[in-house]
């Protein structure tokens, strides 16, 4: 789904209005949410660790329809639009989340740092099925071919599986293995791994690496 919406630093949130995609404007969602650039500095000399001393930044925005949107962010923060207000959901853990995969209404996905990765829905809350215990960074995730797939940016890098409560390491044949993986997604039959100079497609049971034209092959 494209709910038109955006969000970035300082607890910004954007919708698309007066037009379709490529007209109108954009418009801050909810200007409650804003961070005070000068409350900030002062909440760092009172109290540096404090939750108002963070730079307030939400890095996905997704979800099954309009008016129900969810935003995450820094310290674990989970808050769902529902077409008029912000609520924000209990907390299920402390680490930056960083993506969002919406399976239906009711199996929202969310991944994010310390190998964390959530399931759940508004009315039903949020909980952990799997943390890898390490500091690895989850910064994308999608399903395909009934596995759900996470892309991981540190520590250790690379494309994981998750099934049945475990985390598991994809291994795909290919000299080197993947290590370098941003984006992972779903299109047209195909699972695409982007990283910053690495591209991986799965068709059906075959991997292929795809050499960008301003990159070096990996081999």
Request: glycine share 12%.
């Amino acid at each position: 789904m494209s709910c038109r919406a955006w969000g970035d630093n300082g607890g910004q949130v954007y919708r698309r209005v007066g037009g379709d995609f490529g007209a109108g404007r954009w418009e801050h969602l909810d200007r409650s949410l804003l961070q005070d650039p000068e409350e900030r500095a002062r909440a760092l000399l009172r109290a540096p660790s404090s939750p108002a001393a963070e730079h307030k930044v939400f890095y996905c925005v997704d979800g099954p329809r309009e008016d129900e949107i969810y935003v995450i962010g820094t310290r674990g923060t989970i808050l769902v639009w529902d077409g008029a207000t912000f609520t924000a959901l209990p907390p299920v853990t402390a680490a930056a989340l960083v993506s969002i995969f919406v399976e239906d209404e009711k199996r929202i996905w969310i991944c994010g740092r310390e190998g964390t990765l959530l399931r759940g829905n508004r009315r039903e809350g949020f909980r952990a099925v799997a943390v890898s215990g390490r500091r690895q960074m989850f910064t994308s995730i999608t399903r395909h071919d009934g596995r759900i797939y996470l892309a991981s940016g540190a520590n250790p890098r690379g494309l994981f599986t998750y099934e049945r409560g475990s985390l598991r390491r994809v291994s795909t044949g290919l000299v080197p293995e993947i290590e370098d993986a941003h984006t992972v997604d779903s299109v047209g039959g195909a699972l695409w791994v982007v990283g910053s100079k690495d591209i991986v497609r799965l068709e059906g049971s075959r991997w292929e690496r795809i050499d960008h034209v301003d990159n070096a092959p990996i081999r």
